[in-house]
């Protein structure tokens, strides 16, 4: 399969879009949300049982992170497929924390947001739930299984399968201001390219 042409998806999209948009069902189309187009993928299907479990993604309060160093980035990911699958669990992990600290620098290094709309949006959420003061709370994405298919030169694809747990965004007060109903599994796949280090490029929610 040529992952540059099928395309890829992210699965943190569903989850994050649904955060920040108060969406209450799941996404349509791919991981862009409603409206986008429909997509499919010709890679095999992976269930649970056959991909690493790794448990929940916690979004928690706290102080900003320091943005990652591409030198860091590189040596912690290596350019292998375990390097491809820790990625993407980091990934979800800074995401999830981008959005309980409404901190986007936590995203940035980790994708292209001129070839990832999704990605972009990733960005401009939690850029504007910084400027207003607002968080999520809860487990923001219960990562089921994940698995990296073999690498092609620079480039791998990453398949995943998630829960969508129910969860809440509050404004600096603690009120509520926008609540996300529980949804999944979700199969969302991630296609990563090298560049320096692994790097989301694009995402696609599999149906």
Known sequence: ?????????????????????????????????????????????????????????????????STPTVADLAVRFPKTQQGAEDFVRFLMASVSKAYATGDPSLIRPLVDVTTCPDCSRWVTATTEMGRKSQRYEGVFVDLQSIQALPLQGDAVGVITQVLVPAGKTVDSTGRTVRVRKASGPFRTDFFLQFRDHWVVVRGELVR
Do not use: D, F, K, L
């Open 1 to 65: 399969m040529n992952w540059a042409q099928s395309g890829v998806a992210v699965v943190a999209a569903a989850s994050v879009m649904s955060a920040c948009s108060g969406s209450t069902g799941p996404p349509t189309g791919t991981a862009a949300g409603p409206g986008a187009s429909n997509s499919t993928s010709t890679s095999p299907a992976i269930s649970p049982s056959s991909a690493a479990s790794t448990g929940t993604t916690t979004a928690t309060s706290g102080p900003r992170s």
